[in-house]
């Protein structure tokens, strides 16, 4: 399958440079497979598609301060953060690439050190950190989001509290505590599953084929209470909605007859001929071109019988951009069912 029959344009002026406030006020286009329609609506007035009974699954990662940034030799230098484990070993991408050789050591102020133990296969570097670095990190935004004004807290979900991700799972960005609450109140459950969002997730795909591209693994986790929730759900034939492409990565992972709480890694890609499991609706954001984001999407509507559904993600990528919707992290929402 043809990595480039998933691009298409997008003119700068609708990456989304910061998110609307309140964050439920983004624009949300409604996608009904069963009748084709399409409906243009506040993301606050999602709960209008809900059902008594549906299972909201939310992604409760929280993104790291992962950008550490520093002076060395009079020159700005960068080393992010991209995975850490208790014993201080990091893997971080850096720049410039040229000064992070194996053996070069840092002083990165109060109290924080580092060495670089070596360089992997895709330029990244393993070090070993003294001290609490974290400390000095900032958290991250997409390279696509120019606007040093924007305060990093609004890259978090209002849910998030498991640090772990470099990106945040931006279609929960769109709730608010009231609207949270308003859905709970419809008799909807809202269940968490954690999936720590990597690099690899928001990279554009470059082979020619996409069954050539490797995806790399995110660390996952579903609990026991959210498994009997869901499964209850399952035996009740009620409606699974996953918010984002995060969550159904671990609901698919996980799903096999049952959800069993589990942890682990996931390199799971989805794209059209996916055979899917459990996710019946989708809320999800307007993703890059060529990303597995988008490829995953049009999965989800060959999932639900529409025809060409590569053409029809994309004819709904364009009609979004007639109506002047905002594209990407902090842009606006889609809900698919």
């Known amino acids: ?70 002076e060395h030799m009079g020159k700005e230098a960068e080393i992010f953060v991209l995975s850490s484990s208790n014993d201080g070993i990091v893997e971080a991408m850096v720049r410039p690439g040229k000064i992070f050789s194996p053996g070069a050591k840092f002083d990165l102020g109060s109290d924080v050190t580092c060495e670089v133990l070596d360089v992997n296969d895709e330029g990244t570097r393993t070090f070993k ?70 690099r690899g997730t928001f990279t554009p795909v470059k082979s020619d084929d996409i069954r050539d591209h490797v995806m790399h693994e995110e660390f996952f986790v579903i609990d026991e209470d959210n498994c009997s929730v869901l499964n209850e759900a399952v035996a009740n034939g009620s409606r699974i909605v996953s918010v984002g492409t995060t969550s159904v990565r671990v609901l698919e992972s996980v799903f096999d007859s049952s959800f069993k709480p589990c942890s682990g890694s996931t390199d799971i890609f989805i794209y059209p001929g996916y055979d899917w499991k459990i996710v019946d609706a989708l809320v999800t954001n307007f993703h890059l071109p060529k990303s597995t984001l988008i490829m995953l999407v049009s999965s989800f509507l060959d999932s639900k019988g529409v025809d060409a559904p590569i053409d029809k993600i994309l004819d709904l990528y364009d009609l979004a951009k007639s109506e002047e919707y905002r594209f990407y992290s902090f842009g606006d929402a889609m809900f698919l069912f």
């Open 129 to 198: 950190f003294e001290g609490d670095y974290m400390s000095l990190g900032a958290t991250p935004l997409p390279p696509y989001i120019d606007n040093p004004d924007v305060d990093p807290e609004l890259y978090q979900t209002v849910y998030a509290d498991e640090e772990g991700s470099v990106a945040a799972p931006t279609a929960g960005l769109h709730f608010t505590p009231r609207l949270l609450d308003e859905i709970k109140s419809m008799g909807v459950k809202i269940c968490e599953v954690v999936l720590h969002v990597g």
């Open 1 to 70: 399958m043809r990595t480039d029959l998933f691009d298409y344009d997008l003119p700068e002026r609708f990456i989304a440079q910061e998110p609307v406030s309140p964050r439920d006020s983004s624009k949300l286009l409604v996608f009904d497979s069963s009748t084709d329609a399409v409906s243009h609506e506040k993301f606050r007035n999602i709960c209008k598609y809900f059902k008594r009974g549906d299972v909201l699954v939310v992604n409760r990662s929280k993104v790291i301060p992962a950008r550490i940034i520093f």
